[in-house]
């Protein structure tokens, strides 16, 4: 437990959390949405500050991050707690389950000792992923500004929804993110998310303002947010306001392992590839599909003349590319090495 960096002292001992774009203001004993940041005594306490839920090492591609450092290996790590309430969640046992919980889950590591089992395993990044980051972003950012220390890149899996105060913080120290772009509707926001569509946009423009290497998943949703419509105003944002190198990833959801929404049949493979048109033909260089390993969708071709540079089953990748351009032509394939 640590006392948040983000907070406005408020009268009679009520404060307003600034972590994030919900700005929760708590009376004496409230927490915040995320389940994890708590009033106490007038001053708002991060509970879940170095308790680490989930620690691996995965590959860069599980993310899904197929442009920044790809074939690279990323100690990811993640705390319990989240701002969003997604029906669909995948991680709902360490999102939602602990939010009323007396006690906080997790092993106690210090910034520094995350440090070091990322040298120890020579990974070149870390992966703030499994729960939404902004949670945890406390103890996030202390680790973000030992990593730059180390020349050990920093990147987000995020749903975006961060506070701009939180944004100006990580800026500096963040040279990746996958934001899930969960549809271009506010109403399946608030409804199936407990969240607002537009500050997530908004964050994402600013990502494109500070040039931090930006990729975006949607998980299609069978009646939810699968309307042509939605998908090709999802694609025509990522060309107009992050630029037609942005990488889209479409995924298919599987009800199965959701939180909520157990009744929902998986995505069909003709919605995906359905969406991977919509995004191509709205003008986006790269648009994968993710979950089904063994499409050609899951490759990286030249957007000039349609070599394959990178090809990918599920997390086993062969490059073709040289030094992140095309091998044929020399077109630039936008790659972070």
């Known amino acids: 437990m640590k006392e948040a960096i983000l907070y406005k002292k408020l009268k009679n001992q009520v404060v307003q959390c600034q972590n994030c774009s919900h700005y929760c203001v708590l009376e004496e004993g409230e927490r915040g949405k995320c389940g994890v940041r708590e009033n106490r005594g007038g001053e708002l306490y991060a509970l879940n500050y ?25 100690l990811s790590i993640a705390t319990v707690g989240c701002n969003f309430t997604c029906l669909f969640c995948q991680n709902w046992e360490i999102s939602q389950k602990y939010k009323k ?19 120890r395993k020579k990974v070149e990044s870390i992966s703030y992923t499994y729960t939404e980051p902004t949670i945890f972003s406390d103890f996030a950012l202390d680790v973000m500004r030992l990593a730059k220390k180390e020349r050990i890149k920093n990147n987000w899996v995020s749903n975006g929804f961060w506070s701009k105060e939180l944004f100006e913080l990580i800026s500096d120290y963040l040279d990746a993110v996958n934001v899930d772009l969960k549809s271009f509707e506010d109403e399946f926001y608030q409804k199936i998310c407990g969240a607002r569509l537009n500050p997530v946009l908004e964050n994402l423009k600013r990502l494109r303002e500070k040039k931090i290497w930006t ?56 919605t995906l590839r359905r969406a991977y048109e919509i995004g191509k033909k709205v003008g986006l260089k790269f648009v994968y599909t993710g979950n089904v390993p063994g499409l050609s969708s899951e490759n990286t071709y030249c957007p000039e003349c349609s070599t394959l540079c990178i090809s990918r089953i599920g997390y086993h990748i062969e490059r073709y590319d040289k030094k992140g351009k095309c091998p044929k032509c020399g077109e630039d394939l936008n790659l972070t090495l």
Not at 62 to 72: D, M, V
Not at 251 to 265: R, Y
């Open 50 to 74: 170095g308790k680490i839920i989930a620690s691996h090492i995965d590959p860069i591609e599980k993310k899904p991050f197929f442009h920044f450092l790809p074939g690279s290996y990323s």
């Open 101 to 119: 919980a007396d006690f906080i889950p997790g092993e106690n590591l210090s910034p520094q000792e995350i440090i070091e089992i990322a040298k």
């Open 215 to 270: 990729e975006i998943t949607t998980l299609i949703i069978p009646t939810l947010n699968d309307k042509e419509e939605n998908l090709e105003r999802i694609a025509k944002f990522i060309k107009n306001e992050l630029g037609s190198e942005t990488p889209w990833h479409v995924t298919q959801f599987c009800g199965e392992i959701s939180w909520k929404l157990k009744n929902i049949p998986n995505t069909p493979l003709e």
